[in-house]
C-alpha cells in the first residue's frame, strides 16, 4: 500500500488540511511529523461549520481513524486538550488519537519568550505565531525540553522543569510575576495535563511501523511549506522546524524508503503570513481583490495573509528539496474573473542579474522580484467543475504551464474550500490506490 507524505510547497496554508482529509478516508492512520499549534488546518465539509485544527491531525474526522501525533511535534498541553474537548463537543470520536511520549511540550516560559522576542527585534521580527514553537524547538536541540512522558512522573517533571527555567532568568526577568512562571503551580498543571491526556500518550513510531510492516496506509501530514523550513527556506523569516518531506523520518520515526509518494500542495497563486521576502508579492487593490475572494485571513492567528503570483521558482525548488511526486493545485477557483494571469518564471535581483533558481543568498533574495509571463484568465465560475475537461481551456492551459515549469504532475485540483469541490486528474487513480 502505497504511503503519502503531505507537505506545503510555498509559504504554509496551501491547504494541507482538506487534501490529508480527502485522503485520510481510505487510509489506515494519520501522523503529524513536526511543527505545533502555530498550524491552522480548515476543514470544509457540507453543511457544517468548518472545522479548524492545530494540533490534532486532519483524519480525526472519521470515526476511529487512527490519528498520531508524531515525536517531531512540539504540543502545548493546554491546547491539545481544549482541542480535543472542541471536538468532542462536535461530536467527534477521539478514540484514534494518540501523542508520542517522545514529543516535546511547549511551556508557559516558551510562549513568553516568543513574545519577548519579537518585541526585542522590533521592526525586524518574524511574526510568529507567538505559540512558543521556536522556544520549544531551542530547548529540545539545547536538551532542556520536557517531553510528553514527563508528564507522568511528577518528580522527574519538577527536576526537568526547574533546570529548563533557570538558565532563562534573565531572559525572564521583565515576566518575573508572571504568574504562570511560579514553579509548584506549573508543576501542578502540568501533572492535570499529564492525567488527561495518559491514555492517549504511546509509541507512535512503533504503531507506524506496525502498520507499515502489515501493508496498510499511512498518511504523514506537514505543517507550514517549504520556504518556512529552517534550513532551507527564507531565514531568519522562518519556523523553528523542517517542513519538508524528509522531517517525516525524523518526526514520524520511518526511514525514506518507507514513504512511496510525497504530494506537493501548491495555491494556484502564493500567500504569506508574517514578514520576510516574497518576490512575487502583488501590492494594492488587486492583492485585496484576492484576498477577499480567497479569503485571505490566517486559521491561527486571524492575520491578513500577503498575496503574490504563482511563483515557478520558489516551486521548483519546493519540489526538489520535497523530492515531490506530485501536486495538488488548490483555490484555482480564486482566480476566475481575471483577464490575464501572471505566472514567475525567474527572478530579476537588484543588480540587474536574472535567476533561474532559487538565491541561496539573504541580501540577493530580499531584493529580487519576479519576471512574468502572462497568460490568459477565464471567466467562468469553475467551483462546479469535477473533471479536467469541465474547466475552461485557459484554466487547462494555466495548470500545464504550471506542471511543465515545475516538472511534477498535477494529481488533484482545488475548485472550492468543500471537501466534494475538488479534480481528480487522471494521474491520481494509480498514486492514491
Ligand atoms: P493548510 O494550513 O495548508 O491546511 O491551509 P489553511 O486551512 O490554513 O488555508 C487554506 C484555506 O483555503 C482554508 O480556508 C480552506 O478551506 C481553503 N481552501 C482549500 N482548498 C480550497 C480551494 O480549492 N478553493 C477555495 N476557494 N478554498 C480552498
Ligand atoms: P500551516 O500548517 C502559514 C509562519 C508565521 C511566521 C513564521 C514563524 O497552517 O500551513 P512560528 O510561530 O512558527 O515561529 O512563526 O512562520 N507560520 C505559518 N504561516 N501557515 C502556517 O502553518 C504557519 N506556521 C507558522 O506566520 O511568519
Ligand atoms: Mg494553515
Redesign the pocket.
Known sequence: MTSICIV?AQW???????VVDLLAERADAVIRFQGGNN????I?REGEE?WKLHLIPSGILYPGKLCMIGNGVVVDPAVLISEMDGLRARGVDMSGLRVSANAHLIMPYHLLLDTAGEARLGDQQIGTTRRGIGPCYADKAGRLGIRMQDLLDEKILRTKITAAMEPKRLLLRPYAKDPTLDLHAMVEQYVTYGHRLEQYIADTARMVWDLLDDDRQVIFEGAQGALLDIDHGTYPFVTSSNPIAGAACIGAGVGPKDINEVWG?TKAYTTRVGSGPFPTEIEGPLGEELRAS??EYG?TTGRARRIGWLDLVALRYAARINGLTALAV?????LSGQQTLSVCTSYVGSEGARFDHFPYHQSVLHHARGEYVELPGWSQDISDCRREEDLPPAARDYLAFLADGIGVPIVLI????GRE?VIWCDQAASASS
Do not use: N, R
Open positions: 506545503g504554509g496554508d496551501e491547504g494541507k488540511g482538506k498550524a491552522g488546518h480548515t470544509v468548518a500542495i480567497g479569503g486559521t488548490t483555490k484555482l477557483d480564486v482545488g475548485v472550492g474550500p469541490q
